[in-house]
């Protein structure tokens, strides 16, 4: 292994290698805190062919990679297993917006570029780059491909996959495939691009993209709803997409409990309402400097949803500063259960006009399988995706861990049934492999192993992460 180090250290310079505690320790644990393992080391490459010399360098050792960008995955599947035999491969210098089309409406990137600052370089040039996340300050375009990640622009946009026109990709052999053509159009063969995005790093590594591009949104119109339950949310979403149309932008979805930990944990945070309800709707409609209409279009659905009794009231935003304020009670509350302390998430999506019927079934249970524990129940219900976090009963976080696997296997069994899927949107890491593969046919699962075997032989990008090692499954 000395000599692989070697290698790696001639492959990117002796400051990118990382192998002290304490220079690796943020690299090997993940968001969570729960998600952690150890490295052989952490490899910096700042370039797609220091890229293809680090894979080159590992595969001639044997040695597993295990590819990272901003590490907000929440499935550990950007973090090493606990052999220390793994080499993490850093996505973090690999920053460079390489060009902006605003006319062709591509942008051009690293695989290391922070959601954000694409976000930013596109807005700068008059453009729209929508995905959204909570995490957008940390998370890169590699991870976001890596997880074909959604957020709260996917009603409007689509999940990562709709954004991508093209990929360079170092291949688990070190060789470089430079698909960055931007085509709209493009029916040549097999879709390589798709193929890598939600692989998870399991078949190569991104280190460049082609994003798509989209008309400015400067005006909003944003509320903060109270509604009884999840079926007069879902009800609201029919009002929202009549009298909105195209405009509609965000339809996300929050239970008393999600924003009573916002308001315990969040600095600043306050109820935007008077009276307490069981559950909130941020809606938003978003369009161009020229759409005088959305205020009116607005005021037309909460009016709608008044008169059919779906909404018992809402904050309207009157000002950019309470659109901020808004947006942060729906994107507080990740960091405000964690801050709570011990939760079990899960990322569910089912057919939206069953949603209501299964939340209403699902509490039940987990009540049964564990007296007191919290169901934090929030999300992206416009897409049909519900964050289904339990929190652990007051003062009992063993207890929620003792019991995770039943209240696990009781929220995917039904999920099944119901014809949804148990990861809508974070991948199934290392944390979720053998669930995700215990819940697909025998064909879909021996068609991804062809697919892995096919551009990963040796089985060295990140083993065990998105399917099941052999023999564990
Ligand atoms: P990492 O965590 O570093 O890696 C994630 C996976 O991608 C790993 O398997 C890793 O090996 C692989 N990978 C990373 N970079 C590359 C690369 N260049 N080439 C190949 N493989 C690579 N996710 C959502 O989908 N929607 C949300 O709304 C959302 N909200 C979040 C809110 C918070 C507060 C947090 C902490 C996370 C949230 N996430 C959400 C999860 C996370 O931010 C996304 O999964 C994101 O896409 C991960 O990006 P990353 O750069 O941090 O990837
Ligand atoms: C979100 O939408 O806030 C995240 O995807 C949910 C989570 O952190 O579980
Ligand atoms: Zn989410």
């Avoid at 370039?47 to 990272?68: D, F, K, L, N, Y």
């Avoid at 070190?174 to 399991?202: A, H, M, P």
Wanted: net charge negative; aromatic share 4%; glycine share 12%.
């Amino acid at each position: 292994m000395n000599d692989l180090l070697d290698h790696l250290r001639t492959a990117v310079g002796d400051a990118h290698v990382l192998t002290d505690g304490a220079d690796v320790a943020a690299y090997v644990v993940d968001w969570t805190g729960v998600h952690a393992g150890q490295a052989l080391a952490v490899v910096r490459p700042g370039s797609t062919s220091e890229v293809a010399a680090v894979v080159t360098a590992c595969r001639a050792a044997g040695a597993s990679v295990v590819p990272q960008g901003g590490n907000t995955g929440l499935v550990g599947g950007g973090v090493p297993d606990a052999t220390g035999t793994q080499v993490v491969l850093s996505l973090g210098r690999m920053r460079t917006v390489r060009e902006v089309d605003p006319v062709a409406g591509t942008i051009t990137v690293d695989a290391g570029v922070v959601l954000a600052d694409v976000q930013d370089a596109a807005a700068q040039a008059g453009r729209l780059f929508p995905m959204s996340l909570g995490s957008e300050g940390s998370c890169t375009i590699g991870g976001n491909l890596a997880t074909n990640a959604g957020g709260t622009a996917v009603l409007r946009y689509g999940m990562t996959r709709e954004l991508v026109l093209g990929l360079e990709v170092v291949l688990p052999d070190g060789r470089i495939w430079d698909g960055l053509r931007g085509l709209r159009k493009d029916n040549t063969g097999y879709d390589l691009t798709q193929l890598f995005v939600g692989s998870e790093g399991t078949l190569g590594i991104i280190t460049g993209a082609v994003l798509r591009l989209f008309p400015a949104t400067p005006r909003h119109a944003t509320a903060w709803v109270a509604v009884a339950d999840v079926a007069a949310a879902v009800a609201l979403l029919g009002l929202a997409q009549q009298h909105a149309g195209a405009h509609l932008s965000t339809f996300e979805i929050a239970n008393r409990q999600a924003l009573e930990l916002v308001l315990a944990h969040l600095p600043g945070a306050s109820d935007p309402l008077a009276e307490p309800s069981d559950w909130y709707v941020l809606v938003e409609l978003a369009g161009a400097q020229t759409d005088d209409g959305l205020d009116d279009a607005l005021e037309a659905i909460l009016t709608a949803a008044v008169e059919a009794d779906l909404a018992a009231d809402a904050a309207i935003a009157g000002s950019p500063a309470q659109r901020t304020a808004l947006w942060a009670l729906r994107e507080g509350i990740s960091e405000a259960q964690k801050v709570e302390g011990a939760t079990l998430k899960h990322d569910v999506t089912l057919p939206i006009n069953r949603l209501a019927d299964w939340v209403a079934e699902i509490g039940p249970k987990m009540a049964a399988t564990l007296e007191g524990v919290r169901p934090v129940t929030y999300g992206h219900v416009g897409d049909g995706n519900l964050h289904y976090n339990l929190s652990a009963p007051v003062g009992g976080d063993d207890d929620l861990r003792t019991a995770a696997a039943d209240l696990s296997t009781a929220i995917y069994d039904s999920v099944a049934a119901g014809n949804g899927s148990i990861s809508a949107e974070h991948g199934l890491g290392r944390t979720k492999a053998a669930a995700g593969a215990s819940y697909k046919s025998a064909v879909e699962v021996d068609l991804m192993r062809a697919v892995k075997r096919a551009l990963d032989p040796d089985g060295l990008m990140n083993p065990g992460v998105l399917l099941p090692l052999v023999g564990q499954s």
